[in-house]
């Protein structure tokens, strides 16, 4: 069974800011990845960075980057030069090519300080 | 269409109705999914769709639940005889065939209410 923890319910940071999310996962396979999805109060999910499991380089996007430990199945979020419309809940996800499905983990709500 | 598109956007049923609600994958997108999401909480697996077959419904929380894609691009997700605890938003994902980056493209969700 695939299980994600997300052990931070609520973040704050200052506009500008770096911000790092947390995000724990446990699983079997061995071919699976790893998600971070943002869902603003209008409920769309919004997928906003990947991570293939046998990728050791740490995916990036603009100003979202991760750090991926595979051995300690840790996958944290890092924002950087924080906006205010970065302000949503965070969900960590977790696929495998086994399961398709995606498993969650309890969000995180970014609140952005202006 | 450009995105996922689900409908309504809004549900309030009384307990013991039935409910319809309904999901547009983005075109050519094979697999199809639907998930649960209670107040506060990251979404839980329902079942999943290739084309018309059900490959997955290991999710679905009782029998009263019930999802079909009959013509394998839109699908419908039914509730017979509602309860409280069924009020949630239920959201609908779509990806396509192959993909290796097991990326999921989601609708912006319907929100069941059950008074």
């Known amino acids: 069974a695939q299980t994600v923890t997300q052990s931070q319910p609520e973040m704050s940071v200052q506009e500008a800011e770096t911000v790092t999310l947390s995000c724990t996962y446990d699983?079997?396979?061995?071919?699976?990845?790893l998600f971070w999805y943002k869902q603003p109060p209008s409920r769309q999910m919004i997928l906003v960075i990947r991570?293939?499991?046998?990728?050791?380089q740490n995916a990036t996007e603009n100003r979202f980057s991760v750090n991926f430990q595979k051995a300690a199945k840790s996958f944290s979020l890092k924002i950087s030069d924080s906006q205010l419309g970065d302000a949503a809940m965070y969900f960590c996800?977790?696929?495998?090519?086994?399961?398709?499905?995606?498993?969650f983990g309890q969000g995180t709500r970014l609140t952005i300080n202006p | 269409g450009a995105g996922v598109s689900q409908s309504p956007r809004y549900k309030v049923a009384k307990r013991g109705q039935d409910v319809a609600l309904r999901c547009d994958p983005i075109?050519?997108?094979?697999?199809l999914f639907w998930y649960q999401q209670a107040l506060g909480q990251g979404p839980e697996f329902l079942t999943y769709?290739?084309?018309?077959?059900?490959?997955?419904k290991s999710g679905l929380p009782s029998d009263r639940f019930f999802a079909e894609r009959p013509e394998g691009s839109v699908s419908t997700l039914k509730i017979q005889r509602t309860q409280q605890e069924d009020s949630a938003v239920y959201l609908c994902?779509?990806?396509?065939?192959?993909?290796?980056?097991?990326?999921?493209?989601f609708g912006a969700g319907t929100r069941l209410s059950v008074l």
């Open positions: 994902a779509s990806s396509p065939m192959g993909a290796q980056s097991g990326i999921q493209y």
């Open positions: 699983t079997s396979e061995s071919d699976y990845y």
């Open positions: 991570q293939e499991a046998y990728k050791q």
């Open positions: 996800a977790l696929g495998t090519q086994g399961a398709q499905k995606l498993v």
């Open positions: 075109s050519g997108h094979v697999s």
């Open positions: 769709f290739q084309n018309e077959a059900q490959l997955d």
